[in-house]
């Protein structure tokens, strides 16, 4: 039995509308400044991230208010959200290829384990952080590379807390507020990165 409040629930929207606000402020600064298939990579993955964010929260709820445990909304979060942080990897580093034509990578083959999702999680977080840190360096916003450290060392921070007791609200409540406090980051960089004219800078 889990232990989740509709307050609980609730929170968990936060942010996954944080990280939706991030991806859309990125989609339309880097509209252009990809391949199309870098950039088709990278609108997947994060249309995938929010949209397990966004099942996972709403299995929370359901769950939380009695109503029903539609337990797939669960189990389906973390290959989802690990494949689609890969695609937006992907296409962020295809974004500092200087090759025009970009190609559209195998979508990885589906393993019951959850290693190899982990692993491809990691990897697009990784990404993400470093190419957004590479872009802050090139805007000579430096001081946002500490931030987008700290947003990945939020990001792990979740990952282990979500390796602990899933059941336990004090374990989820923790999560919760480390996955608020990571998304906050990435929203704060995104935006910096935004208001200094990313959109019309050139790579």
Sequence with gaps: MYEFSIAMALVDFVPVALFGIS??????????????GAYACFAAGTVNVFCAGFLKAVWKLLYAAG??????????????????????GIGLVGMFCKKKQAVLPAAPPVFGGSMVFIACMVAGLGC?????????????????????????????????????DSTSAAV????????????????????????AGLKTFEI
């Design 128 to 164: 993400l952080c470093t190419c957004l840190g590479i872009l802050a360096a090139k805007m000579k916003r430096k001081g946002l590379i500490v931030l987008m450290v700290l947003a990945f060392a939020a990001y792990m921070g979740m990952g282990y807390m979500s390796s602990q």
């Design 23 to 36: 991806a859309v402020l990125l989609l339309q600064d880097l509209y252009g400044k990809m391949g199309k």
């Design 67 to 88: 109503i029903c445990d539609f337990h797939v909304l669960n189990t389906m979060f973390l290959p989802v959200q690990s494949i689609g942080f890969l695609l937006l």
């Design 172 to 195: 989820n409540w923790i999560e919760q507020g480390i996955n608020c406090l990571g998304q906050t980051l990435l929203l704060a960089g995104v935006w910096i990165l935004h208001k």
